[in-house]
């Protein structure tokens, strides 16, 4: 049974799940398989030292990912600030477009490269307060991928309560954009 699955059936197991989800990382993630040039971002690139590095995932027709707040992304003590919240959803959102994107035109999932996305609209629901301390759950459904244009919509979960939500409408960067071009 897919993780979100599990957790809306009322399974607690939330020990298990990180185990499920560590296991995936295993595998290259959407991230990695971005051409270098695309690879700098501050939420998602492998390239960037001082970033997030957001590593998403297919499970099933869904997508995931783990974070675990610093204690420096503090609001006030013992919760994440809500610019981190977003900036994870958003994150993962434009890593699952780029998924998305990748197997709609015949990728295979753990081969490259990645097309790039970038946010053209998001909006943030934050409807708990985050803990700080805790690995953080993004779980993702593409809702449209429509030419360049992919709408994901995410869940944020921190043990088993759902934090956040978002919306995102993202844009497939052009050619002429790449580094070097």
Same mark, same amino acid.
Request: hydrophobic fraction near 45%; charge should be positive.
């Given at each position: 049974?897919?993780?979100?699955?599990?957790?809306?059936? /009322?399974?607690?197991?939330? @020990? +298990?799940? %990180?185990?499920?989800?560590? !296991?995936?990382?295993?595998? #290259?993630?959407?991230?990695? $398989?971005?051409?270098?040039?695309?690879?700098?971002?501050y939420g998602c690139g492998r390239l960037n030292d001082h970033?997030?590095?957001?590593?998403?995932?297919?499970?099933?027709?869904?997508?995931?990912?783990?974070?675990?707040?610093?204690?420096?992304?503090?609001?006030?003590?013992?919760?994440?600030?809500?610019?981190?919240?977003?900036?994870?959803?958003?994150?993962?959102?434009? /890593?699952?477009?780029?998924? @998305? +994107?990748? %197997?709609?035109?015949?990728? !295979?999932?753990?081969?490259? #490269?990645?097309?790039?996305? $970038?946010?053209?609209?998001?909006?943030?629901?934050?409807?708990?307060?985050?803990?700080?301390?805790?690995?953080?759950?993004?779980?993702?459904?593409?809702?449209?991928?429509?030419?360049?244009?992919?709408?994901?919509?995410?869940?944020?979960?921190?043990?088993?309560?759902?934090?956040?939500?978002?919306?995102?409408?993202?844009?497939?960067?052009?050619e002429s954009f790449a580094p070097g071009s």
């Open positions: 049974m897919p993780i979100l699955a599990r957790i809306r059936a /009322g399974v607690r197991d939330f @020990a +298990a799940i %990180r185990l499920e989800v560590k !296991a995936m990382h295993e595998r #290259p993630a959407f991230q990695d $398989l971005y051409p270098d040039g695309w690879s700098h971002c970033g997030l590095r957001v590593r998403s995932f297919w499970e099933g027709d869904e997508t995931v990912a783990e974070v675990v707040p610093r204690p420096y992304h503090m609001a006030i003590p013992g919760f994440v600030y809500g610019g981190f919240v977003a900036s994870v959803i958003d994150c993962h959102s434009t /890593g699952s477009a780029a998924a @998305a +994107a990748h %197997r709609a035109n015949g990728g !295979a999932p753990d081969s490259g #490269p990645y097309p790039r996305f $970038l946010t053209g609209t998001l909006k943030v629901e934050y409807l708990a307060p985050t803990p700080l301390g805790v690995p953080l759950l993004l779980r993702s459904r593409i809702l449209e991928v429509k030419g360049r244009k992919v709408t994901v919509a995410t869940q944020l979960f921190a043990n088993e309560k759902l934090c956040a939500k978002g919306e995102a409408i993202l844009i497939q960067v052009p």
